[in-house]
């Protein structure tokens, strides 16, 4: 239709679809780092900027030398036909590892050309730490518990962490990257896989046994315990005591010199065998009332408890999974014997989706941050002092209480009602 004068008027063309969503986003740029559903395009730019900080810190910050030279002889001992566990050392001791950390650091060692190539070993882990960030954040965008804010505490501004992949290339990085592979096949069900993956970590550093509490895995322990079997067939023929007793020595004294949560004892109670009881004590006490507590739906047994999830009545929801995994190893964690810094690795990721979780309302963001902020300057105060060890447990405590306070799991016919809610409002 023709307008005054003939000129014929322009239909209004319809924006395009990404347009909207990039107008909606505008619009709400300061929402951007607070809900929920912005967390992947968080996250991917946080992924991207890793990169770029992890190749700085390796050419800019110097390389320590603490275990990587101990692991390369602890493995060269194997290649060069030594079996038995009781006759392999390195540097700073025994090799104490499973099986499956002689396999992978042998890898490495022939890869860095017998170890020698430190500058290529920290290219290397400086991989292993992106995959173990892409393992986390999927976990974290799944579950969707946390404000995207968060994740730049969970990658970015750790020191520690960043040290602990490319400036110390220690083991225990390894076992937690195989460690959220298995619990991302957790959460999508596949249960068996990850209990294969579960078993493979435990097999590079023993304490990915602390996940375990009294998880949904003991339906799959004889695959576990056959894998454990399959790798450590070579050392176990040899020498089955000697493999045993330091692969897998729950009894290992630590050094009190390098302790980050007990430095406010004296010595002599650090290392007294009375109060490693009272603290495997507490552990498992804690650990049940959590099972009995909050972890088992009212009306649940605890037979019903301990099956696979995805074999239960009600199958346990994502979150559910994430959270009794991750509450359990904080558990350990803070009734462990001691903690060196390597071990901050252990339940670093975790600690947003826990604080998040807790069921004080009044935990607003900003203490939560400040949370997150005292544990980070307490795991790199070197060397540990009272008060940096004080302020640990203290942030432990409060982390523990807000697990302890937040709502049991919903009875099974609640939780049946909630999940048909949900569905319908999809639809």
Known sequence: MAGVGGVRRKSPVSPSPLWGKLHTLWQDKHL??????????????????????????????????????????????????????????????????????????????????HGVNIRLGQYIFAFFYLVTLLLVFRIYYRTKKVPPYVFFFVCCASYRIHSIFVLRLFNDPVAMMLLFAAVNLFIDGYWTLGCGLYSLAVSVKMNVLLFFGLMKTIPKLSLCAGIQVVLGLPFLLENPIGYMSRAFDLGRQFMFKWTVNWRFLP??????????????AAHLLTLLLFAFRRWKRPGESIFEVLKEPGKRKIPAQKSTIVLILFTSNFIGMCFSRSLHYQFYVWYFHSLPYLLWSGGVKKLAHLLRVLILGLIELSWNTYPSTNSSSAALHVCHLIILLCLW????????AAETQEQKAVKDKRH
């Open 32 to 113: 951007l780092l607070f809900k929920t559903e912005y967390t992947l395009l968080v996250v991917s730019v946080l992924w991207f900027l890793e990169i770029g900080i992890n190749v700085w810190v390796i050419q800019k910050v110097a390389y320590t030398e603490i275990d990587w030279k101990a692991y390369m002889d602890e493995v060269e001992g194997v290649i060069n036909g030594t079996y038995d566990y009781t006759q392999l050392k390195g540097d700073t001791g025994p090799l104490v590892y499973p099986a499956g950390f002689v396999y992978i650091f042998t890898a490495l060692y022939y890869i860095t050309g």
């Open 405 to 412: 306070l937040a709502p049991p799991l919903l009875s099974a």
């Open 267 to 280: 010595e002599w109670l650090f290392l007294n065998r009375y109060f490693h009881l009272l603290l495997l």
